[in-house]
């Protein structure tokens, strides 16, 4: 069942895709395949129009926040049902993920940008300050692209998009041709809230359409998607000496500790593997649980993943997998697990009883490190849960991956939580908790290693928007700048012994 499917088009047409429901297989429509010159033509009217909404006022900007936070309320339903259509997840997770954050994304920004983004006085060091004073000015990069994945279809256009617009530019988002619709909302969104024509466009497309973005001249690109996909957005984006963001794959692990709360942490470990069916970048992909509580754990894991539904209509808990690409991988990951002596506890398989792209909810266990369901990320709704000795060997396990994107500890004794959070090297660590990660708009989010580069969200999140750009201020006016030449042996002595006087002694410290 292909859920994109190229269109028979003839010379000189653009390409098109025909896009289906991973639940139903129902026809979805046809979306057309954005070339370059229909991309330099958004960059172009994005550039047009970038001027005037840089100029405006934050309260101006946040004005038209508040009004898309309106409309999101009002047309919550029909959002929703465009993101299930084309993602196949639960109402509720749309809801959440989608419709929740996107209100809070635009009501967090609105309100905080202008604090964040407000120039800035700085105590300038040393002598330095008695001739000179600066401020640092956040400046809008111009024109940024978005370019997103399918697993969040929405809100991971929307969320960079809302910051990049309150800091002054104008946005180009590229969804991805797997979830075209779910990402032309943001357009929809934001013309029904008045925005200026030409800020926000969405190019409809595939990898082509991305590679076009990247090629066009835009100032930044805010990448969301694969580590594979990632690094040919960076390896362009460095030809074009443009800055980048890459958030990127994961495959983060949950260390469960003996003095955890073995229900609690049951619950956790459900929320992290099945929560839009795995296919969730913060996703639990392994498990470590400390040998002495191993068996309980398992018990009460297994309980209670059995009695998860899956489905397409009426209440489900657990929903389908996007597209056939994904589906083959966890296939592959759970068949080589197998193969290598690991054992299913619950699922295994596609659902036999569900016609779409449907994988059971699944448990596995005696899994090792060299199999490819703790290694590669699988991104499906597949738990392995291996046992280790104690909480050192949990750690050594957790870091031995090329990903550092989250991971979550659950353990009763908060401090020994922070202190294995100190030593895991992943972008985000969760104590007791592994839903807060993207979704705190006021913290940095952004993967380690091959996790990412740079941050979406918290204050530098935002000021990636922009360029931090230093203006200085001579006190005299530029007198000491003016008598620079004629150069001379006189002068070179006399800044000999100005540097001796100033850092050779005491006086160095209270000059730095
Ligand atoms: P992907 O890399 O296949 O595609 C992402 C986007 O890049 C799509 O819009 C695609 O059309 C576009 N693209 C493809 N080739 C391109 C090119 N050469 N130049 C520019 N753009 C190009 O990723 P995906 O399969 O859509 O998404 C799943 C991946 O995203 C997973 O690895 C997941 O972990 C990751 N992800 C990460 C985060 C995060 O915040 N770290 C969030 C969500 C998803």
Redesign the pocket.
């Known amino acids: 069942m292909a859920i994109v499917t190229p269109v028979e088009t003839r010379p000189g047409e653009r390409r098109r895709l025909a896009i289906a429901s991973p639940a139903t297989g129902e026809p979805l429509g046809e979306i057309e395949v954005a070339n370059a010159a229909d991309v330099a033509a958004a960059v172009e009217a994005a550039r047009k129009a970038q001027p005037a909404w840089a100029g405006l006022s934050f309260r101006e900007r946040a004005r038209v926040m508040k009004r898309a936070i309106s409309t999101l309320i009002e047309r919550q339903d029909e959002f929703v049902d465009v993101v299930l259509a084309e993602s196949g997840k639960t109402r509720g997770e749309a809801l959440a993920m989608e419709i929740f954050a996107g209100c809070d994304a635009l009501s967090y920004w609105s309100k905080h940008a202008e604090r964040i983004l407000r120039p800035e006085k700085v105590r300038l060091h040393g002598m330095l300050r008695l001739a000179k004073k600066a401020r640092i000015h956040y400046r809008p990069l111009g024109v940024v692209g978005v ?6 279809p929405f809100i ?1 256009g929307l969320n960079p998009a809302v910051q990049a617009l309150m800091a002054g530019n104008a946005v180009l988002v ?5 979830t075209p619709r779910s990402g032309a909302l943001v357009a929809e969104l934001f013309e029904a809230a008045g925005l200026p024509e030409g800020l926000l466009q969405v190019l409809t ?3 082509e ?3 076009a ?2 090629e066009a001249g835009v100032d930044k690109i805010s ?8 690094r ?2 960076a390896e ?1 984006c460095a030809r074009k000496l443009i800055p980048c963001t890459l ?4 495959k983060d692990p949950m260390i469960v500790c003996a003095d955890a709360d073995l229900d609690n942490a049951a619950g956790g470990a459900l929320a992290g593997a099945f929560m839009n069916t795995g296919q969730y ?1 913060c996703g639990t992909e392994r498990v470590y649980v400390v040998d002495e509580v191993a068996d309980a754990f398992v018990e009460k894991v297994v309980a209670r993943a059995a009695e998860l539904r899956q489905g397409s209509s009426g209440e489900f808990d657990v929903g389908a997998i996007v597209w056939p690409r994904q589906l083959e991988i966890i296939e592959d990951h759970v068949r080589d697990a197998l193969e290598r002596g690991a054992t299913v506890r619950v699922g295994g398989r596609r659902n036999p009883d569900l016609e779409g792209l449907f994988y059971e909810p699944t448990v596995l266990t005696d899994v090792t490190h060299d199999m490819k369901i703790m290694r590669d ?1 699988t ?1 499906g709704p597949v738990l392995p849960i291996m046992r280790v000795r104690d909480e050192e060997e949990a750690l050594a396990r957790a870091n031995d991956t090329s990903y550092g ?1 989250a991971a979550n500890v659950w353990t009763r004794d908060v401090g020994r939580g922070q202190e294995l959070a100190g030593r895991i090297v992943a972008g985000s660590v969760g104590i007791n908790d592994m839903t807060m990660t ?1 979704g705190a708009p006021e913290t940095p ?1 952004g ?1 380690r290693k091959e ?2 580069v740079g941050a ?1 969200n918290g204050e530098s999140g935002l000021r990636s928007f922009c360029h931090a750009q230093p203006v200085f201020v001579d006190r005299f006016g530029g007198k000491q700048t003016a008598g620079t030449y004629p150069h001379s042996v006189k002068k070179d002595e006399g800044l000999k012994r100005v540097i001796r006087f100033l850092w050779a002694g005491p006086l160095s410290r209270w000059l730095s």
Do not use: H
């Open positions: 370019i997103c994945p399918w697993n969040g991971l590229k969804p991805s041709e797997v497309g595939d990898g359409t991305g590679a973005l990247v990448f969301t998607g694969s580590v594979e996909t990632g040919k957005v362009a958030e990127l794959g994961g970048c990320e991104f994107l993207y989010f993967g996790s990412g979406v």
